[in-house]
């Protein structure tokens, strides 16, 4: 069975730094494409960072370009957000998600989300 | 950056009736475009892909159609399962973006 199960999020202050990780398992991890999406509160998805297979092609929403950097360890079948300088309207709930289809940007495996809230 | 625009907001449907919901896209996305199902306090699911292709294990009551800019997603029946929030997705370039959802509500 596949499964991906976040961790790391919780409340932060505004220009504050969190590391959010997703433990992958149930499937070939470094076979996949990863990335992470968002939904702030009563609000829609938001597709944030995509990691290639390698680790060595990542890309990342204009608004958090340059603050946030995702990593992925294929011998611990984990992938990372590392969310730097941190602001309020990054308040969501943090979704890890397997790129499944091939070739496609689908996703076909959504973790249950880690919540990261930007407060004072 | 692609908008992804979705009508309605709700729809109020009455179990065992059809549903039908649209999303339209700013520009051409060819078939690139995916729809998901969310239900409170879950996370997204995956139902449809390539505009059209059922992903596995979601039943046939569920269908979509359109290329281009324009999509519909339809529940042939709806049963009580599946009130709940539907995404559309396209993922012809980068970035992808969703649209801002049609929840699905009893009627």
Not at chain 1, 84 to 105: K, W
Request: glycine share 12%.
């Amino acid at each position: 069975e596949v499964q991906l199960v976040e961790s790391g999020g919780g409340l932060v202050q505004p220009g504050g730094s969190l590391r959010l990780s997703c433990a992958a398992s149930g499937f070939t991890f470094s076979n996949y494409w990863m990335h992470w999406v968002r939904q702030a509160p009563g609000k829609g998805l938001v597709w944030v960072s995509r990691i290639n297979i390698a680790g060595s092609d990542t890309g990342y929403a204009d608004s958090v370009k340059g603050r946030f950097t995702i990593s992925r360890d294929n011998a611990k079948n984990t992938v990372y957000l590392q969310m730097n300088s941190l602001r309020p309207e990054d308040t969501a709930v943090y979704f890890c998600v397997r790129d499944g289809i091939v070739g496609l940007t689908v996703f076909d495996y959504w973790g249950q989300g880690t919540l990261v809230t930007v407060s004072s | 950056e692609i908008v992804m625009t979705q009508s309605p907001a709700t729809l109020s449907v009455s179990p065992g009736e059809r549903a039908t919901l649209s999303c339209r896209a700013s520009q051409s996305i060819d078939s690139n475009l995916a729809w998901y199902q969310q239900k409170p306090g879950q996370a997204p699911r995956l139902l449809i892909y390539g505009a059209s292709t059922r992903a596995t294990g979601i039943p046939a009551r569920f269908s979509g159609s359109g290329s281009g800019t324009e999509f519909t997603l339809t529940i042939s029946s709806l049963q009580s399962e599946d009130f709940a929030v539907y995404y559309c997705q396209h993922y012809n370039n980068w970035p992808v973006t969703f649209g801002g959802g049609t929840k699905v509500e009893i009627k």
